[in-house]
């Protein structure tokens, strides 16, 4: 149980254009999802988190019009990153966390975004 | 900085050897937790260690946590090239998430692990 999909897997895009990533519970419904990004051979850093609902919460210096998040229902959640540029090429990971467990994230597969 | 810190960076050993990594943070915690992730993949969740627990195991894990030097250690008993991936821990501070979402993850930068058969 508690398995959390991510697609695409991999994307390439043009420089410009705007690339959106699903993230779903696949056997639960989540009330809480994260969206993270990595770097390679870096730690994973918060990006958003969103809440069905309701508007995502970003982390400090994450552009809110550069990457859009949308929580429409209790199993997806979605990030749109809008008029990509090459330093956005990252892998971006989600998570998602059952109501009342408060500790207990589980992760997805994450999406390796490479941008033109 | 919420962040945990790992160390060592890079580990290698032989097959039947045991691993050591460790986890440095700053701050004070509620819970710690070890994840695991193989090379382009998502994270898998190892093992949770809460701030008023000192040690826990799973299988052929072993977590260890000193709130009073602010650091855990995760050994990997009797090690296989399976096990070759990087290890992460992450710090959950419920009083940083105030005004925030309750039980954000920090994570540290990992200890990538290399098991060679």
């Known amino acids: 149980g508690a398995v959390v999909s991510q697609h695409p897997s991999w994307v390439i895009c043009k420089s410009g254009t705007s690339v959106k990533i699903e993230c779903r519970s696949l056997?639960?419904?989540?009330?809480?999802m994260f969206w993270y990004r990595q770097f390679p051979k870096q730690s994973l850093m918060l990006m958003a988190t969103?809440?069905?609902?309701?508007?995502?919460?970003?982390e400090q210096g994450v552009e809110k019009d550069k990457f859009l998040i949308n929580h429409a229902s209790l199993t997806l959640s979605t990030l749109t990153v809008t008029s990509a540029h090459p330093e956005d090429s990252s892998f971006y990971i989600c998570?998602?966390?059952?109501?009342?467990?408060?500790?207990?994230?589980?992760f997805g597969p994450g999406t390796r975004l490479t941008v033109l | 900085s919420q962040q945990g810190e790992e160390d060592p960076q890079a580990l290698s050993i032989q097959e039947g050897e045991n691993a050591t990594m460790n986890c440095s943070y700053k701050t004070s915690i509620n819970n710690l937790q070890w994840y695991r992730q193989n090379s382009g993949r998502g994270l898998v969740h190892l093992i949770l260690i809460r701030s008023n627990e000192r040690e826990k195991h799973s299988g052929r894990l072993r977590v260890t946590l000193d709130t009073s030097k602010k650091s855990s250690s995760l050994l990997i008993t009797a090690s296989r090239a399976a096990d070759t991936a990087s290890y992460f821990c992450?710090?959950?501070?419920?009083?940083?998430?105030?005004?925030?979402?309750?039980?954000?993850?920090?994570f540290g930068r990992g200890t990538q692990l290399t098991v060679w058969p």
């Open positions: 969103s809440n069905e609902g309701s508007k995502a919460t970003y």
């Open positions: 992450a710090t959950v501070n419920y009083l940083a998430d105030r005004g925030s979402t309750l039980g954000r993850l920090y």
């Open positions: 998570s998602a966390r059952l109501a009342g467990e408060v500790d207990t994230q589980y």
């Open positions: 056997d639960f419904q989540a009330t809480t």
